[in-house]
């Protein structure tokens, strides 16, 4: 058994282990607290990230919330002033619509003035000619038969009240 153990003692795997026992042991006293502290200090620094992440993210939930509520209202104001801007449309058109119906009422009412106007003046005129001519008639009658019974002031009179009413 000696040279058993004897040739395991000069084997280069039992160095190997050896070797790799004593790096073990001395990571185990030394380098397990520095990789622990690191790797506790990276999983720190990832909830740091995931924290700041979930704000960022709660922020823009926020402002996205904020932007849509603004959205929402501006489209109900666009709506709101549209539908003020129709009803506004509606009253202005019909009070235009009644103002040229006015328009058109006092045209027609002009119009028939002075067809009246024009008519009065024609009657006016043809029986102012019709009385000239029947007092010439008459004054040419009277002449020739020199006749009191009709008197010329009569109709100069008449004449003259027509002369007034055509003014």
Known sequence: MTVFVGSFFQDPAFGTLLAFM???????????????????????????????????????????????????????????????????????FQQMKQQLENVERARAAMVETQIDAMTRSLR???????LREAFSQVRAVVSKQDAQLVSVEFFSNELDLIDKISR
């Open 22 to 92: 004593g790096f073990v042991i001395l990571f185990a006293k030394f380098g397990v607290r520095s990789v622990i502290s690191a790797l506790d200090s990276h999983i720190n620094e990832v909830r740091d990230s995931i924290d700041k992440a979930e704000q960022a993210l709660t922020q823009a939930e926020q402002s996205l919330a904020s932007v849509n509520k603004m959205a929402i209202e501006q489209k109900e104001r666009r709506e709101e002033m549209l539908r003020y801007a129709h009803a506004r449309s509606k009253i202005i």
């Open 124 to 130: 006016l005129e043809v029986t102012k000619s019709l």
